[in-house]
């Protein structure tokens, strides 16, 4: 036992007393709240609300920057390199603070888990070559429409200190941020897709522009206050129409992209008779 090679008293030990859960069945709001507590400091003294162990999915590869975590297991060999190295590297961020140790569990009957055990050591020499290569859609419109609003507003926001009240001067960022934009989608995309993509890029850019003259009178906040107005919009919270109109919807973090579909079981179309 470590206590005993480094001679720790029995009231030194530190016990497993709060146990909490990262994954994907979590609320937008669950997981902000998992993420402040997952970022509160041991205290020998108090050790009060510290979270001691957190059992978590695949969520965990983007999104979390907590300098406190230092030990991760990761059980069985994610499927790919990339995921890999992006769940891995959520410890041990201050290293030359808090090193951190990563501790792998293979599984003997896969036979998967069996070859990475048995070519640990050259595979880990060179990881990086063994990233997967993505497929990227440079300007597809689904991306415009789903990401342009927020890298117009980091773009403002990075370039002047000032209430998101100002919108004549945020707005000339803007204006800015999206032509560069066009210039690269002319140097890079096919001539025959750039017409589709800089109407895309034309469009989105003017409907933040209204939405900004519309007078939102802050950034954003969560939870969102239903008599508040705000620019940005957390995406699966409840706005009102008024919001929307002055708004738009921000995704804060990759578990945002897809959309999603709610189904209702309705009695509408039952007979007279029944």
């Known amino acids: 036992m470590l206590f005993n090679r480094e001679g720790n008293t029995q009231q030194d030990r530190r016990r497993i007393r709060i146990i909490k859960e990262l994954t994907s069945r979590l609320s937008q709001a669950e997981i902000v709240g998992m993420l402040d507590g997952l970022s509160r400091t041991y205290d020998r003294q108090s050790q009060a609300d510290v979270y001691d162990v957190c059992l978590a999915s695949s969520i965990v590869e983007v999104g979390v920057d907590i300098d406190r ?18 769940v891995t590297g959520r410890v041990g961020r201050r290293w030359w603070d808090r090193p951190g140790l990563i501790l792998t569990v293979y599984s003997p009957s896969k036979s998967r888990d069996r070859s990475h055990f048995e070519q640990f050591e050259s595979y880990h020499r060179r990881l990086y070559e063994h990233v997967e290569p993505t497929s990227a859609t440079p300007f597809a419109l689904s991306a415009i429409e789903r990401a342009l609003s927020g890298v117009l507003i980091a773009w403002a926001r990075q370039h002047f200190c000032e209430p998101v009240t100002n919108a004549p001067r945020s707005i000339a960022f803007i204006e800015v941020a999206c032509n560069r934009l066009i210039d690269r989608c002319k140097s890079i995309q096919r001539p025959e897709d750039q017409i589709r993509s800089i109407d895309a890029l034309a469009s989105v850019k003017d409907r933040l522009v209204k939405k900004w003259r519309a007078g939102p009178q802050e950034y954003e906040r969560f939870p969102p206050d239903p008599d508040e107005d705000y620019l940005m919009l957390w995406p699966g919270q409840y706005t009102t129409r008024r919001q929307r109109r002055r708004g738009e919807p921000i995704p804060s973090s990759m578990r945002q992209v897809d959309s999603a579909g709610k189904l209702q079981i309705s009695e509408a179309y039952l007979g007279g008779e029944e």
């Open 69 to 86: 975590l230092s030990l991760m297991g990761v059980v069985g060999q994610p499927k790919t390199t990339a995921s890999y190295i992006q």
